[in-house]
């Protein structure tokens, strides 16, 4: 079997053009464009691309882009009271603060401060929480977009075996809760799994979120699964690699995402379409369709 080749680009333009249809339907009801506040600190060459694509995904379908930068020495209460007042300001419809934090700025703290209704990443708990409870608001942008991918190549979800390989609050957590409420029956494995290949071996959809290139092996995969590889990892020639060994996968699996071009691009196409979400909270009352 050689696996199909799940197209992130692909999937992630449609969802381009729904937001876009729907920015143009509210300016046509005399609707503002959705507002966007980036918040970048430090240096770090990893973030400093992941944030100009996204403000370059604002450009591209009319969200009003607000980019912040903050050098990496600002001190946690400063970063907390810009927060604040991105919070008050009723023209900011989400704030994304690009994680990780340099130094000693406590993430936790960062995401607990945002307004939930503002929370375009996903990450605050009351938005965990609420997935948690399927009744999701701003859900996770990564796990969503594996969804979305999912979704796309026509997956049922119901009493399939999902594994996901990665227990961060980022990703392997909110995919367990997508997962799950989905219908699947879902193992969660990390560090402290004891046989990651007998778990791997009976994944009919597989997930997996480590930051270890070819940490999966390709003669792990079960014939015929799904395998959706979120890892991103640049090796000593430059090169993008996932966590899963591609040649070999691609071998066994029904379906496979590549990397880059997989996942990443819903990430990005999944932060628009919270920050529409998070638009429409935001209308007045009569507005709301
Ligand atoms: P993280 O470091 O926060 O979490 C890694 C997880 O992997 C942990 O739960 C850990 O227990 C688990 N792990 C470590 N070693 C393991 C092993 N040998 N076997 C099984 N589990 C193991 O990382 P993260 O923030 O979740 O990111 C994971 C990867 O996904 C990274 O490569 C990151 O760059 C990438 N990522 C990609 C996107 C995207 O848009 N494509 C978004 C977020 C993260």
Same mark, same amino acid.
Request: proline share 0%; no cysteine; glycine share 0%.
């Given at each position: 079997m050689t696996a199909k080749i799940i197209d992130g680009k692909t999937v992630a333009a449609r969802v381009y053009t729904l937001v876009r249809t729907d920015i143009a339907a509210r300016a046509s009801r005399g609707l503002r464009p959705p507002a966007l506040a980036t918040v970048l600190i430090g240096n770090d060459p990893a973030s400093e691309i992941y944030v100009r694509n996204k403000r370059a995904a604002c450009q591209e379908l009319g969200i009003r882009s607000l980019p912040i930068e903050l050098s990496a020495a600002t001190p946690q209460a400063q970063l907390l009271s810009e927060i604040d007042r991105l919070n008050s !300001?009723?023209?900011?419809d989400g704030i994304l603060v690009q994680l990780p934090l340099p130094g000693v700025l406590d993430s936790a703290a960062v995401i607990e401060r945002i307004r939930p209704d503002k929370d375009v990443d996903g990450f605050h708990p009351y938005n965990v929480g609420r997935l948690a409870q399927r009744i999701p608001l701003l859900r996770p942008c990564t796990p969503a977009g594996v969804m979305v991918l999912l979704e796309s190549i026509g997956e049922k979800f119901h009493g399939r075996q999902a594994v996901i390989v990665g227990a961060s609050n980022i990703v392997g957590r909110p995919m367990a809760l997508e997962l799950l409420r989905a219908g699947a029956v879902v193992t969660i494995t990390h *560090?402290?799994? *004891? !046989?990651l290949r007998a778990d791997i071996e009976k994944a009919e959809i597989l997930v997996v979120a480590v930051g270890k290139p070819g940490l999966v092996k390709g003669d792990w995969i079960r014939p015929g699964a799904t395998v959706i590889d979120v890892g991103i990892n640049r090796m000593p020639d430059g090169r993008l690699v996932g966590d899963v060994e591609f040649e070999g996968t691609k071998e066994r699996a029904a379906y496979l995402t590549p990397v880059p071009g997989g996942v990443g691009p819903m990430t990005v196409a999944m932060l628009m379409q919270n920050t529409l979400a998070a638009a429409r909270l935001h209308d007045g009352p009569t507005e709301r369709s």
């Open positions: !300001d009723s023209s900011v *560090r402290f799994t *004891r !046989d």
